[in-house]
């Protein structure tokens, strides 16, 4: 893989709080069997600088990447194999911030670029593709995925179908687990 790295010991991380593994384990395999229900081969979280990076959520939820300023990423998130992000200033900032992704790589603000060549390593062709924000929401009616990201996803895989795959990142994350019900309570 293009940005695959070592996962690093704790004490090499910047000391912040994380979810666990277990957690991110918990979040992968319920999305993933929502997207084998649906027959989708991957969804992308397309990078989004909007309304304070609000529009990054799911990216965060699926990575522990992403948050704070000029920090939009990209997720490529596979029914199997490696989680990918695509960041900007990637090496600088993320494998240090997380442990739950090893496949990061540099975007140079250019998300979409990531996202076709991963979704090429991937082997996509006439595949189903999940796209967050590509549909419609409460704040955000005209959905939020970029445009020249969607033409780049459009343009390289001219057989594939796109769908908004929202609603299922809704989904995963409506259930809280004990591990994140005690981080909220520890945070108030």
Known sequence: MAGQRAPLDEEQMIPHPRFSL????????????????RGLTAIVTPA????????????????????????????????????TVGA????????????????????????G??????????GVTDDRVGITGLGTGTRSPEGTVLYHTMLALQQAFPAATFEDATDLLDEVRLTKSEEEIEFLRRRR
């Open 22 to 37: 277990a957690e991110r384990d918990r979040r992968w395999a319920a999305l993933r069997a929502l997207m084998a229900e």
């Open 48 to 83: 989004h600088t909007g309304h304070s990076l609000d529009f990054q959520a799911n990216s965060r939820y699926l990575s522990h990447c992403g948050g704070g300023e000029g920090a939009e990423i990209t997720v490529i998130f596979p029914l199997d194999g490696e989680v």
């Open 88 to 111: 900007t200033s990637a090496a600088e900032r993320w494998p240090r911030a997380q442990n739950w992704v090893t496949d990061i790589r540099e975007a140079r603000r250019d998300y």
């Open 113 to 122: 670029k990531v996202a076709v060549e991963r979704l090429h390593e991937l």
